[in-house]
């Protein structure tokens, strides 16, 4: 971790020379900006300067009396962007933080250039999965978060990913106290997806490129929404990594930094022949 603003620890690389643009990363539940720690120095190495938050009550920044809403997290955003004066950025998101990215990016269509989305839809008909009813079902989501131990987590994410111990650790400070732990009920109770009708058509209106990574095997964010979300946005690429699951950043580090880097080298490409600003 480098440093915090907005009240959130972040990380951040930096190319060697002047940037290209600004890439900022949202990670997804209950990880933190640990899962973007092989895409951050790729696309420093690819002229972009790169940060990545741990959202409030995840990692290492601390709820601060946020309510850990979805609402919340909005707002947290978009001080953190107003903090560091990104201007526009490449998004890349995955899970609920695309949930969070998505809205903040049609909410500020003028800060974005480009999207990078994995494992996240944005559709008002989505539907929650097992896992997350259960934490939106008062009572039921209680006892399963003061249920929650280190070994049980572990457990639950080695059934549906390659996580290392490192990569647990990190996800598993979200579950340091009662405090943190009622967010996260929170946050997934305010997870209406109706919310979601205002902003119809909002998405595919940024007009920006989008590129969407997915794994084949997914079972909380199955790849037919990325499907979905592919043909809403016009010009957008959807890549399926083939026995791959939800958590793609971290059980394919290498892969997806390399396809981050890949997608920035095309943003810029195109920002030069069309002659715009690079400039983020």
Known sequence: MTATAAGLAYREALPSGP???????????????????????AAARAGWRA????????GDSPLDGAPGTWESHLQAVS?????????????????????????????????V????????????????????????????????MAGMTREGFAAMLASVSRMDEDAIAA??????????????????????????????GLLAALGVPALLIWGAEDPMAPVKSGRVLREELPGSRL??????????????PALTAGLVAGFLD???GQAATSGGSSAG
């Open 19 to 41: 940037p290209l643009g600004t890439l900022l990363c949202l990670h997804g539940y209950p990880e933190s900006s640990h899962m973007w720690r092989a895409v951050l120095p």
């Open 113 to 144: 250039r480009a999207l990078i989305v994995s494992a996240a839809g944005f559709f008002a008909f989505g539907k929650w999965h097992g896992l997350a009813q259960a934490m939106r079902t008062p009572g039921q989501g209680e006892e399963l």
């Open 51 to 58: 940060v990545a938050p741990d959202l409030p009550g995840y």
């Open 171 to 200: 996800s598993w400070k979200a579950y340091d106290g009662d405090e943190r732990r009622a967010a996260h009920l929170a946050l997934y109770r305010s997870g209406d997806f109706e919310k979601l009708e205002p902003y119809g």
């Open 239 to 252: 890549v399926v990594l083939e026995d791959e699951g939800h958590f793609v950043f971290d059980d394919a």
């Open 79 to 111: 001080r953190f962007h107003a903090e560091l004066d990104l201007g526009p950025v490449v998004l890349c998101v995955h899970d609920w933080g695309g949930l969070i990215g998505m809205r903040w990016a049609c909410d500020h269509p003028a800060h």
């Open 266 to 268: 095309e943003v810029a």
